[in-house]
């Protein structure tokens, strides 16, 4: 198997249960690393600078993006959000699938960039469950509740774009298809370029006898 990572990008509504899903995979399974993105929006209760979001200001934001600090970043709700390019690439580098859990813009530049990496858009079974999920959840007002809606709305028309789409109904099932679908994705030819070579170098000294 040869040694790069694969770069993962989950997208999903807010409230889809990204969050969840992606430290239960982390746990159960041990070949991830999880990218930690920087953002202006202010933490929530509980959250810790450099664990969920490296929080900043609009200032010290936009000098992360003029020095090329970034891989990607965008505006979602009135903020930036942005994925910092160093930790990605060591993590890549030393053999490690790296986890973006990013929005739509971002998961779209990734692609671009990275042509080879792996879009997957996580939703919950249908809009009832996700209003249910973000208003239980109770770390949002009211108003953002509605901005994320409208924008949940704007994001499913660009699903399309993801190469799979799972649906998170049991969080044990989800994990284990998210799993599956970076496991199948190693086995793409992309991603085998050495061993092919090799096989291929091999068939043509055979070949070469065999005349
Ligand atoms: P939240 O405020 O709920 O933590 O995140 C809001 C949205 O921003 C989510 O859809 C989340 O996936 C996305 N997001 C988090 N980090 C990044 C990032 O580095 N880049 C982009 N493009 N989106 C991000």
């Known amino acids: 198997m040869e040694k790069k990572g694969i770069l993962i990008v989950i997208s999903g509504f807010s409230g889809a249960g990204k969050g969840t899903l992606v430290k239960a995979l982390i746990k159960k399974y041990h070949n991830y690393a999880l990218s930690v993105s920087m953002t202006t929006r202010k ?21 992360t993006i003029r020095q090329g600090g970034l891989i990607e970043y965008a505006q979602y709700c009135g903020n930036y959000y942005g994925t910092p390019k160093d930790y990605v690439e060591r993590q890549l580098q030393a053999g490690n699938n790296v986890i973006l859990e990013i929005e739509i813009q971002g998961a779209l530049k990734i692609k671009e960039k990275f042509p080879e990496s792996l879009l997957i858009f996580v939703t919950p079974p249908g809009a009832e469950e996700l209003k249910r999920r973000l208003v239980s959840r109770g770390t949002e007002s009211e108003e953002v ?5 409208a924008r ?18 049991d969080l044990g099932t989800c994990v284990e298809e998210v799993h599956q679908l970076v496991e199948a994705s190693r086995r793409a030819p992309v991603r085998r370029e050495a061993f092919i070579e090799e096989i291929r170098n091999q068939l043509k000294a055979f070949a070469k006898g065999a005349e």
């Open 43 to 63: 933490p929530r209760e509980g959250e810790r600078d450099g664990v969920e979001y490296f929080f900043t200001d609009t200032e010290g934001f936009e000098e």
């Open 145 to 149: 509740i509605a901005k994320r809606l």
């Open 152 to 169: 949940a709305s704007e994001e499913s028309e660009g699903i399309e774009a993801y190469d799979y789409i799972v649906v998170n109904d």
